[in-house]
T-cell receptor, first 114, second 110 residues
């Protein structure tokens, strides 16, 4: 059990560029969550997967955002045409998938859009 | 819509003090409540999880209580240490996701 792994740790990009983040959950965890956190705020829910199925998306997830989990293992979060308001920490979490359970978080990807 | 509030937003105490962090939520239909610690620029570390049927959980110097009917939880930290300095986040689990408060930023000075 190596924990939830996120890459990259930091990403600096120019406005208008596309970026992609990767999350590797704990092995055999069926659920995978994405959250976004801005400075001084708590994490905000973006979306979650049960295996490869994306079951819920927040209204925060505009059409510039897309998340995938093609084989029910790792997940990617892509942001197209980045805006300065996208600057935030993007956190990934996983859980066994039974519901009503502890979530394990990764260290996050810090995105800065210039 | 579930809303989670944490009071105070920031707290500064001398080493050795016992302290209480507060969390309130608007919808009592929760499955569990979790407390996390977050160091600057880092991810979240789970501290305690209280199921909706439980009243409290303890881990070392930490004790968390839950009063679901009144929509409140407290995190009690005994004999605080400078290493406890961090942001503490409360989150409630319902409708298949965690909903977080804005956190309490704690500083413990020697």
């Amino acid at each position: 059990d190596t924990g939830v792994s996120q890459n990259p740790r930091h990403k600096i990009t120019k406005r208008g560029q596309n970026v992609t983040f990767r999350c590797d959950p704990i092995s055999e965890h069926n659920r995978l969550y994405w959250y976004r956190q801005t400075l001084g705020q708590g994490p905000e829910f973006l979306t979650y997967f049960q295996n490869e199925a994306q079951l819920e998306k927040s209204r925060l997830l505009s059409d510039r955002f897309s998340a995938e989990r093609p084989k029910g293992s790792f997940s990617t979060l892509e942001i197209q045409r980045t805006e300065q308001g996208d600057s935030a920490m993007y956190l990934c979490a996983s859980s066994p998938g039974q519901g009503n359970e502890k979530l394990f978080f990764g260290s996050g990807t810090q995105l800065s859009v210039l | 819509k579930q809303e989670v509030t944490q009071i105070p937003a920031a707290l500064s105490v001398p080493e050795g003090e016992n302290l209480v962090l507060n969390c309130s939520f608007t919808d009592s239909a929760i499955y569990n409540l979790q407390w996390f610690r977050q160091d600057p620029g880092k991810g979240l570390t789970s501290l305690l999880l209280i199921q909706s049927s439980q009243r409290e959980q303890t881990s070392g110097r930490l004790n968390a209580s839950l009063d679901k009917s009144s929509g409140r939880s407290t995190l009690y930290i005994a004999a605080s240490q400078p290493g406890d300095s961090a942001t503490y986040l409360c989150a409630v689990y319902n409708t298949d996701k965690l909903i977080f408060g804005t956190g309490t930023r704690l500083q413990v000075f020697p």
